[in-house]
């Protein structure tokens, strides 16, 4: 069955640190990997899409790296700000005209 | 703004109400979804439309009924709902669906039933 799961479930941090959320699937086969950052009471975001082919690609202080061999996804926040509070979900679209795949999230919290 | 607007922003309706929610896309796209997204659970799928036509009906209820009248505006009815309808519903677009594209979301419906 093809699925995302994402960890931590809810993460805290102090305005300035960086930290990495994790997404793991069993998505196959494999077409696409993105990031959305969804705010609270607000539709997604997108933040970035990764092909088989893509190890890394960043958006701002945002970056994203792929391991399509181990099928692990990793979201890595630098210098955090307030602003970062939200969900963040990692979507897998398979290969073919096949619906996404959402994982549940990770709520991080950005704190003064 | 991410170009695909939804309305009404929040709901409240009795289970006996009849109400609608509106979606409107000016990107040019073809593909239109409606997810609902309930707390800690992921995304759900309810209906795909490509050019126009139904290509997806996730096993959704039929107190849910979308419609499409065009590429650029998707609707979905809604009547006789239970409470635990009650949920963000989100709608989508992308250039096709199948597509190494992106997915742009609106900003969603809260919708309550009472």
């Known amino acids: 069955k093809n699925q995302v799961e994402q960890s931590p479930q809810s993460l805290i941090i102090l305005e300035g640190k960086n930290c990495t959320l994790q997404?793991?699937?069993?998505?196959?086969?494999?077409?696409?990997l993105r990031w959305y950052k969804q705010d609270t009471g607000r539709g997604p975001v997108s933040l970035t899409i990764?092909?088989?082919?893509?190890n890394t690609k960043s958006n701002g202080r945002y970056t994203a790296t792929l391991d399509a061999d181990t099928k692990q996804s990793s979201l890595h926040i630098t210098a955090s700000q307030l602003s970062d509070s939200a969900s963040y979900i990692c979507?897998?679209?398979?290969?073919?005209?096949?619906?996404?795949?959402f994982g549940k999230g990770t709520r991080l919290s950005v704190i003064a | 703004e991410t170009g695909v607007t939804q309305t009404p922003r929040h709901l409240v309706m009795g289970m006996t109400n009849k109400k609608s929610l509106k979606c409107e896309q000016h990107?040019?796209?073809?593909?239109m979804y409606w997810y609902k997204q309930s707390a800690k659970k992921p995304l759900e799928l309810m209906f795909v439309?490509?050019?126009?036509?139904?290509?997806e009906n996730n096993s959704v209820p039929s107190r849910f009924s979308p419609e499409c009248p065009n590429s650029s505006h998707l609707f979905l009815h809604l009547h006789t709902l239970q409470p635990e309808d009650s949920a963000l519903y989100l709608c989508?677009?992308?250039?096709?669906?199948?597509?190494?594209?992106?997915?742009?979301f609106g900003q969603g419906t809260r919708l309550t039933v009472v």
């Open positions: 990764m092909t088989f082919s893509e």
């Open positions: 989508a677009s992308s250039q096709r669906t199948g597509d190494v594209t992106e997915a742009f």
């Open positions: 439309y490509n050019f126009k036509e139904q290509t």
């Open positions: 979507v897998v679209q398979p290969l073919g005209n096949t619906p996404l795949v």
């Open positions: 990107l040019g796209h073809n593909a």
């Open positions: 997404c793991n699937y069993t998505v196959s086969p494999f077409s696409n």
